[in-house]
DNA sequence: CATCGTTTTTGATCTGCATCAATGCGGTTG
DNA sequence: CAACCGCATTGATGCAGATCAAAAACGATG
């Protein structure tokens, strides 16, 4: 299978604070649309950790991340927590045509987002087919990646979950990265292990001993904190349990 | 949280054969591109366990379910497989600019789907404003599906997913049937233990033996092959571990 | 109606991950 | 520097669901 997802192509012509993300299509809209944009649009920063809007509550505004990482969650009445969107510089939150936010949005790391009016927004989609061809784009590159998710979540091992998100993290991080001449590979991974967890369907001491687990087996070295170098990012790929030709690498 | 999803809003005004699924919408488009539609479009017809498309195949068509039941599904290679989307009559297939399917397309019953050459409907999305704003809307409540999903995968036990699973199917059935007058739901599950599993991320064995523990316990009765009757919905919501309100019901 | 293939059910056992519990490790604060 | 806090690691144990295996139910076919 082939997957050649626009997400990635896109990725390295992302403009932080452009609402649709990428700049070859902003370029084609209407200027003074792009100036109503402008005029609509203000900037909101969180604290890592803090929470954005809980699910039910009222969202009256749409926004992209400028930088930092957000993420989505669903929460079961006992606390079981299941994250379901993981937002990266650049990414879009919000839908349209909705009043309240069906998840609860948290800042995973410090966090900047650049918000605009959900009203005045929806209004601008009507006349500016770009807004919506490049939102409905986006939208189908994130039912993917959900996808992609299920058979993660649904089918892989404890183990080929954890390589599967520090391959994630890597691909998508890497753009803005440097890659050593000799593949290595070096970024951060600016979540905590329970953050891993909610995201892999785990506990949070499955998360850690896996990721010993991968340490011991030289699959990833830790440095400091948070950042991690893959030596060898075609021998951790084997462990995700995925197609080998993956499509696209990097 | 309440999750007024247009999905279910929409359904009752399906029309199996319109590829953007709701009347109301269609209506509003000019005729002479209604006309066009009907000269691109043709029908299909798959027996129950037919293939549609392999993954990575070309697929040079979009379409949508007019009878039957369609499963998207992602395989490993050493043959796990999850099923990523259930697909009823009026949901559509396929992605806009994309060429090959990222999924199998099986047909879980015997199947009808209309179908649209893929560029000419693209050509006609570029001029058909509500066509791109329908396929939008679709899009974004089947991401929520698949976030909704997703929970379930990640962080529901066994009996919780039956229960969903048989809920999620007699909701999304039920508009179609008849409700008798005490509450009870009657219903086809036309979905094997192998297809639930797969749904559901379990193995069939686990699928079977769920079904019995509810069978024994009167949360739901089988009536011969495939019939399912639910005597109390209410009560078997409480097993399906989401919020009590859910929103919507039926 | 007997036979056969498919699907489902049920049983016995195993195992990967969850759970419960304690310890370690920086980084920050008084 | 000591005390503390949040986060990460590691250990011991239990259990839900997987796996392996067999029987039962069902429908189709001659």
Same mark, same amino acid.
């Given at each position: 299978?082939?997957?050649?997802?626009?997400?990635?192509?896109?990725?390295?012509?992302?403009?932080?604070?452009?609402?649709?993300?990428?700049?070859?299509?902003?370029?084609?809209?209407?200027?003074?649309?792009?100036?109503?944009?402008?005029?609509?649009?203000?900037?909101?920063?969180?604290?890592?950790?803090?929470?954005?809007?809980?699910?039910?509550?009222?969202?009256?505004?749409?926004?992209?991340?400028?930088?930092?990482?957000?993420?989505?969650?669903?929460?079961?009445?006992?606390?079981?927590?299941?994250?379901?969107?993981?937002?990266?510089?650049?990414?879009?939150?919000?839908?349209?045509?909705?009043?309240?936010?069906?998840?609860?949005?948290?800042?995973?790391?410090?966090?900047?987002?650049?918000?605009?009016?959900?009203?005045?927004?929806?209004?601008?989609?009507?006349?500016?087919?770009?807004?919506?061809? @490049?939102?409905?784009?986006?939208? %189908?590159?994130?039912? &993917?990646?959900?996808?992609?998710?299920? !058979?993660? $979540?649904? #089918?892989?091992?404890?183990?080929?979950?954890?390589?599967?998100?520090?391959?994630?993290?890597?691909? @998508?991080?890497?753009?803005?990265? %440097?890659?050593?001449? &000799?593949?290595?590979?070096?970024?951060? !991974?600016? $979540?905590? #292990?329970?953050?891993?967890?909610?995201?892999?369907?785990?506990?949070?001491?499955?998360?850690?001993?896996?990721?010993?687990?991968?340490?011991?087996?030289?699959?990833?070295?830790?440095?400091?904190?948070?950042?991690?170098?893959?030596?060898?990012?075609?021998?951790?790929?084997?462990?995700?349990?995925?197609?080998?030709?993956?499509?696209?690498?990097?």
């Amino acid at each position: 299978m082939t997957r050649t997802s626009s997400r990635t192509q896109v990725h390295s012509q992302d403009c932080g604070d452009c609402p649709i993300r990428h700049r070859a299509v902003c370029a084609r809209c209407e200027s003074d649309e792009l100036d109503r944009l402008e005029q609509i649009k203000y900037y909101r920063s969180f604290e890592a950790g803090q929470t954005v809007v809980w699910a039910g509550d009222r969202m009256d505004f749409v926004a992209s991340v400028v930088t930092g990482i957000a993420t989505l969650s669903q929460t079961m009445e006992d606390g079981r927590r299941q994250m379901v969107g993981l937002l990266l510089p650049s990414d879009f939150v919000g839908r349209p045509g909705r009043d309240t936010s069906a998840y609860d949005v948290t800042a995973a790391t410090d966090l900047v987002m650049c918000c605009f009016r959900k009203k005045p927004f929806e209004d601008m989609m009507l006349n500016t087919p770009h807004l919506g061809q @490049r939102l409905l784009e986006m939208t %189908l590159d994130e039912l &993917d990646a959900a996808r992609e998710w299920m !058979l993660l $979540l649904g #089918r892989k091992t404890a183990r080929e979950k954890i390589a599967s998100l520090v391959c994630i993290i890597a691909r @998508r991080d890497a753009s803005l990265q %440097l890659r050593a001449s &000799d593949g290595e590979l070096r970024f951060d !991974l600016p $979540l905590t #292990r329970e953050a891993m967890s909610e995201y892999l369907g785990l506990t949070l001491e499955t998360v850690s001993r896996q990721m010993s687990a991968l340490r011991k087996e030289g699959l990833i070295v830790t440095e400091g904190k948070r950042q991690i170098v893959i030596p060898d990012f075609d021998r951790l790929l084997e462990e995700t349990g995925d197609d080998s030709d993956g499509g696209f690498l990097i």
